[in-house]
């Protein structure tokens, strides 16, 4: 005798509330970016790391601000700081990029984000936002950081700090090139596999293995060789633009008269990445 059926109301209702659409999902997806750069919100081994690169950054920071005040010697200007630190910026980039996107593949989840109302390019712009901010301000603050040591210990007065003021601005927009191009590829080589270890080793690989074919170039006989060297690495790529844009940088590179064309190649590279970043995304979201 089979018993009978009983329904039970447990109290769920509809939701009735504000539907905030798109802007609020891409805000969110933002937000969190940013936060797991810096491991907020994980726990406190993940801290250690993006944390470490912090307090290096701005200890040369402290260092170079303290050096130019009591011996006014400039070890750094905010470009040069920007190509000194790179490399760190490399292994940070290495690290987030597949906690922000590697995460998402491998555990299955992309699938519920591309539901409505979220779209693969709003999914694409709030992670290449979130990562953008996240380097750009590692670059940042310890050139703000060194500003203020110039500016404090200026003996020209206000007119000092307004010429310190306009060494810094072209800093941080240098910091900002560095930060896309970080990004781009970054976030291109990390969408391509669910494991994290794999992605972290290929964004390292990519700029490890293109600087000794720099430094090779850099040593033909050839003027035009030896100006277009820095065209074979995203790193020198980046320093040859900077040259260029402001020829006061001092980035070491000789660009003749390839500027313009080190302008092309990076807006090309950076360009080329973020579409395929977001033509990746947009074939996952039609699974």
Known sequence: MSEASVIHDIGYQRYTGPRLGRGAVFGALYL???RASFGFGRSAKAKIFPWGVVAILNLVAVIVAAVRSQAGIVVFNYITFADAMSWLIIFFVAIVAPELVSRDMRSGVLPLYFSRPLRASDYVAAKVASMVTAVWLLLAVPQLVM??????????????????????????GYSLLWAVLFTSIGLLI???????????????AVFLMTTPVVGVLSILPSDDARHAAGLAS?????????????????????????GPVYAIEAFTLIAACLLLLLARYRKVASL
């Not at 990390?190 to 964004?203: E, V």
Request: charged share 10%; proline share 4%; glycine share 18%.
């Open 32 to 34: 969190h970016g940013l």
């Open 234 to 258: 995203p790193m020198t790529l980046i320093q040859g633009v900077g040259q260029w844009l402001i020829p006061t940088a001092n980035t070491g590179l000789d660009l003749g008269s390839f």
């Open 190 to 204: 990390a969408s391509l596999t669910g494991k994290r270890a794999f992605a972290a080793g290929g964004i390292v």
């Open 147 to 172: 500003f203020l040591g110039a500016a404090f210990t200026t003996k020209t007065g206000m007119s000092g700090v307004w010429d310190e003021t306009l060494d810094l601005l072209p800093g941080w």
